[in-house]
């Protein structure tokens, strides 16, 4: 028994339907941990994307050379890293803020990609023209530059928001109760792991399956011209 | 100077995560182009084959597929070692995304250039190995050289289905010391390093097949 459900391991079908309530609390952790990551993901890779553009060689060394490390190292590892080395230095997080940060981290590396390329795709002759027009360094991002990033980055960044749901399961490893974790547990007092495990694959399948479709339909209703936020 | 302590494991370890690492680029490069020209060039039963399996693989996450592989499997009495189902895994997982890149590059050769070798009176398989492949492989290179550094990245799970890999040392060395930020800044900067050398070997790769030299020059002439 678990969060108040009873599993019934009669057939396989009883027990999947008995064990479904379960894994569906399980999904809204899954979901919550992959929108907080995404969250971190999105302000942290601006953040590294501008920083990286930064006049001071220094900057922007540094900053690419922090990158590089988060995107080459496993996420695995940097979860426990941040798992069992903050609290040495006194800072105790709840393992769902630790497993949304190691997410953000990780992605934030992608991310900062993602708005780097949007930003150099604007052709050059624009940034000219906005200083020739005297528009300040706010007003040329605001009124030229992200207008027209915006749409150009939306399916990409789609594709990472899909990528991470699907690492979230990586979370269980430092007891996040999410839906692989919970699955797992079902297996470990029933002895039985064939159908929780094919019923996470299968809600796992279903889910990116929508939001591929999703993404498809929002690539498509995109305007190509820009989107102006004034 | 404790953590100098640790290197004799943990470099152990990295060789097992290198060793999996290998054998799931080289399994999976095979699955992903089996996928990959399946979808483009087989009939309609073989590339409906070939779609659901990249579907499968990519549309649920690698911890569950080892998961499943590994406990639920057994129960219905198939059962592997721990490492075939590590590399095994990893193979099919990779190889699935590995063939939206071999499909992606293939559909992207020009229409002009199936015309020429219909013209010249090629073969399907032949139009395939002197015209589409090479000039696709070209095109897949960096993609296949980020999709390596995400099997060196994903191969972390398999310390999860108890293989004594690069994470699973540094995991015992951290139960047995406490010493998290020695031993997982270690591990960090281990699979850092083996990150940039697979990068390297990827660009070799790279421009050696920039060159041409991976496919006979017979039929130029």
Redesign the interface.
């Given at each position: 028994m678990m969060y108040g459900f009873e599993w019934d391991t009669t057939t396989p079908l009883t027990y999947a339907s008995s064990i479904l309530p379960i894994i569906l609390i399980g999904l809204t952790v899954t979901l919550q941990a992959a929108a907080a990551g995404f969250a971190i993901a999105l302000v942290l890779g601006l953040v590294f994307a501008l920083l990286r553009r930064s006049r001071y060689a220094a900057v922007s060394w540094t900053t690419a050379v922090i990158v590089e490390f988060l995107r080459d190292t496993p996420l695995l590892v940097q979860l426990f890293f941040l798992y069992y080395v903050l609290p040495d230095y006194g800072i105790t997080l709840p393992a769902f803020l630790t497993g949304a940060i190691a997410l953000g981290l990780q992605y934030s590396a992608y991310t900062s990609e993602v708005y780097r390329g949007g930003i150099e795709a604007v052709p050059r002759g624009q940034w000219e023209a906005a200083t020739a027009l005297n528009l300040s360094r706010l007003q040329t991002y605001r009124d030229i530059v992200v207008p027209q990033i915006v749409p150009r980055i939306l399916p990409a960044m789609g594709n990472y928001l899909v990528a991470m749901i699907k690492e979230t399961p990586v979370l269980s490893v430092v007891t996040v109760l999410e839906m692989m974790g919970l699955a797992n547990m079902i297996g470990e007092r029933t002895f039985e792991y064939l159908v929780p495990l094919t019923l996470v694959g299968l809600i796992f399948l279903l889910l990116t399956l929508i939001c591929s479709a999703g993404l498809h339909r929002l690539q498509k209703a995109l305007p190509k011209a820009g989107i102006p936020l004034r | 100077m404790e953590w100098l302590s640790y290197l004799p494991a943990l470099s152990r370890g990295a060789l097992i995560t290198a060793g999996i690492t290998l054998s799931a680029i080289a399994i999976g490069a095979v699955a992903a182009f089996a996928a990959g020209i399946a979808r483009v060039e087989g009939g309609r039963a073989l590339s409906l084959v070939a779609l659901c399996y990249t579907?499968?693989f990519?549309?649920?996450?690698?911890?569950?597929?080892l998961?499943?592989f590994y406990?639920?499997?057994p129960?219905?009495g198939i059962s592997f070692e721990p490492v075939a189902t590590g590399i095994l895994v990893l193979s099919l997982h990779v190889g699935a995304y590995g063939s939206e890149i071999v499909r992606g590059a293939l559909q992207s050769v020009s229409v002009q250039q199936h015309e020429a070798a219909r013209a010249l009176n090629f073969g399907r398989a032949q139009t395939l190995i002197h015209i589409t492949l090479p000039q696709a492989l070209v095109e897949m290179m960096p993609a296949f050289g980020n999709l390596a550094?995400e099997t060196?990245?994903?191969?972390?799970?398999v310390?999860?289905i108890s293989i004594a890999d690069l994470?699973f040392r540094?995991?015992s060395i951290?139960n047995l010391t406490l010493d998290?930020?020695g031993v997982?800044?270690l591990?960090?900067v281990g699979?850092?390093a083996m990150?940039?050398v697979l990068m390297l070997i990827m660009r070799l790769i790279e421009r050696w097949v920039r060159r041409g030299a991976a496919f006979p020059r017979a039929a130029h002439s």
């Open positions: - | 579907e499968l990519r549309g649920t996450s690698l911890l569950v597929q998961f499943w406990y639920a499997l129960l219905v550094i060196l990245k994903l191969s972390s799970l310390s999860l994470t540094a995991q951290r998290s930020a997982y800044s591990t960090l699979y850092f990150s940039l």
